[in-house]
């Protein structure tokens, strides 16, 4: 079946490590997404990347870094850097690669910090 | 991105009842979506909307993109048990590859 892959489902971290979560997808989408959720907020886009060897910073990208060396992989660093990365993360991914195309989601990623 | 205005925050329903939720913004969109989301999953797309005063059906959801643009609603009609969730909205600026979320309503169901 189509659709995204995202690993660990559960993530515990240090303060001070670095941490990495995984993103495939097998739909074929030219574009992927990386969101963070919060208790009571909306999702708040981290990085998007529209096409292989490229990628932009969203509204909250301090502390995060990302690569796209295949169009079926997105991978997202949780830095040292980040303050406060305790949340659920959602990769997502969409056919279009402009106008606001229609995001299919991950099931999620819910990163702790002890 | 600009957060969205969605409300209510949160809703209560009985089964069978009709229930209300809307999305505004204090510029135009050329997209809507609406989707949910089930504890601890991801938010699953229900309903799309591209041209202002659009009135789309899916089952017992209907959504509308209002005629101004800046503003949609989501309606779930007779609703049952399995309803509960989170109900995001969405919109894209014209121009713009990115999504902007509303903070969500998050449906119970009343004891």
């Known amino acids: 079946d189509g659709g995204i892959t995202q690993s660990p489902k559960y993530l515990f971290r240090k303060e001070g490590q670095n941490v990495t979560l995984s993103c495939e997808q097998n739909?074929?989408?030219?574009?992927m997404y990386w969101y963070r959720q919060d208790p009571g907020q909306g999702l708040r886009l981290i990085y998007y990347?529209?096409?292989?060897?490229?990628?932009q910073k969203g509204d909250i990208a301090e502390g995060y870094s990302v690569s796209r060396e295949k169009k079926e992989s997105f991978p997202l660093t949780v830095t040292s850097a980040q303050k406060n990365p305790t949340a659920f993360y959602l990769c997502?991914?969409?056919?279009?690669?402009?106008?606001?195309?229609?995001?299919?989601f991950g099931e999620g990623s819910r990163l702790t910090v002890l | 991105g600009q957060q969205l205005n969605q409300s209510p925050q949160s809703m209560f329903i009985q089964e069978g009842e009709d229930v209300s939720m809307n999305c505004t913004s204090s510029?135009?969109?050329?997209?809507w979506l609406w989707y949910k989301q089930d504890p601890g999953e991801g938010p699953v797309l229900l309903i799309a909307?591209?041209?202002?005063?659009e009135l789309t059906s899916n089952g017992r959801l209907t959504a509308q993109f209002g005629i101004t643009r800046k503003d949609s609603f989501l309606n779930i009609s007779a609703s049952i048990p399995s309803d509960v969730g989170i109900y995001f909205c969405?919109?894209?600026?014209?121009?713009?590859?990115?999504?902007?979320f509303g903070a969500g309503t998050t449906v119970t169901v009343r004891a």
């Open positions: 990347s529209q096409i292989v060897n490229d990628f």
């Open positions: 969405a919109g894209s600026y014209p121009d713009d590859y990115k999504l902007s």
């Open positions: 510029s135009i969109f050329n997209t």
């Open positions: 909307l591209y041209k202002a005063g």
């Open positions: 739909l074929n989408h030219d574009a």
């Open positions: 997502a991914s969409s056919i279009r690669r402009g106008l606001g195309g229609e995001l299919f």
